[in-house]
């Protein structure tokens, strides 16, 4: 049986007299205002977060949640993990555009040195399991390490 979740945002977003803004705002109940713009190469304001940003933000934060879910199921303790993830957006000539490919390479430190194979091995599992990755249309590619403390 599935089980379904409504997840809400409101968007506020005013117009200036002589050209529109992309800057906006998107609030979500109980938590602090997201102050949004477009990516600096589409003329946004480069000081706050960008929809490209979120989308990339999103992918690595659910990998990172199911990742530790499917470690704590085979008993393997993470320390630490880190990633510095990579997303490709190819843009058209009549501005349509879409991420190509998201790169993943988290680094992650265990406590136990004989489970590190299996460790690096559910990666894949935990790219099963994300909410996220399941709803994108491009490949998520993990480049995983890992070691013990």
Aim: hydrophobic share 40%.
């Amino acid at each position: 049986m599935a089980f379904k979740h409504l997840f809400k945002a409101k968007l506020d977003w005013n117009s200036t007299p002589k050209r529109y803004q992309k800057s906006h705002q998107i609030a979500i109940e109980g938590k602090e205002i997201l102050n949004v713009s477009a990516a600096k190469a589409f003329k946004g304001d480069p000081a706050l977060y960008n929809p490209e940003d979120l989308l990339l933000s999103a992918v690595v934060s659910c990998h990172m949640m199911s990742y530790l879910y499917v470690c704590a199921q085979n008993g393997i303790e993470v320390l630490s993990y880190q990633d510095n993830a990579e997303a490709d957006l190819e843009v058209s000539h009549n501005g349509s555009g879409r991420f190509t490919e998201i790169r993943l390479y988290p680094k992650v430190i265990i406590k136990q040195n004989e489970k590190i194979n299996e460790a690096l091995n559910l990666h894949l599992k935990a790219n099963e399991l994300c909410f996220i990755a399941n709803s994108c249309n491009f490949p998520i590619v993990h480049f995983p390490e890992c070691e013990s403390e």
